[in-house]
């Protein structure tokens, strides 16, 4: 099993492969390219936005020097992309924040109807409730109210039967996701 630094490093080439499929993926009419070729790595905003924001917040401690280089370069390479189709990353933003919205719920119905729910499916689906949370503070006040509402609502259901405890991620991983915000990240459902 690999450690959180080792997933992290994973991460880092995942965002570089992401940044340099963005101007395509930004110009199509995709929210998600379907699998047509053996590449595994298929961008979305949320995708990648959260790998960033991860990568950037536990670069100092678990990033080497070339690491965190090349970090600063798939950043860039994101950002032009972005700065060269102005209203895209909104755009899209929001078409996935709807469409994972709908995943956690999928998700989440699955989850509470399991008896016995695991950690392990647990773990798998919290990804989307994490891209979710991105998109939401990437796109900031552009979001609709039915989607925030939406959103409190699902996290409702969930409180209802979460139990709080352990960080169900990497330990290493823990500096980028304060209980206080990923609340959800800290236990497990009962």
């Not at 509402?149 to 039967?161: E, H, V």
């Amino acid at each position: 099993m690999a450690t959180g630094k080792e997933e992290l490093v994973n991460d880092l080439s995942i965002l570089e492969a992401m940044a340099a499929k963005m101007p395509e993926y930004l110009s199509s009419n995709e929210l998600f390219w379907r699998k047509i070729d053996s590449d595994p790595v298929q961008p979305t905003l949320g995708g990648y936005l959260m790998r960033q924001d991860r990568l950037q917040a536990l670069s100092d401690t678990l990033l080497d020097e070339g690491q965190r280089r090349q970090l600063a370069a798939a950043i860039a390479r994101f950002e032009q992309a972005v700065n060269e189709q102005p209203g895209r990353l909104e755009a899209k933003g929001q078409q996935e924040l709807e469409s994972r919205l709908r995943q956690w719920e999928i998700a989440l119905k699955e989850l509470l109807d399991d008896e016995a729910p695991t950690l392990a499916y647990y773990r798998a689906d919290i990804e989307t409730r994490v891209i979710i949370a991105t998109l939401l503070a990437a796109l900031r006040q552009r979001t609709e109210p039915a989607v925030t509402d939406k959103l409190a609502g699902l996290d409702q259901t969930l409180r209802q039967r979460w139990q709080p405890g352990e960080f169900v991620w990497p330990a290493e991983w823990q500096p980028a996701y304060p209980r206080s915000e990923y609340w959800w990240l800290y236990g497990r459902l009962n």
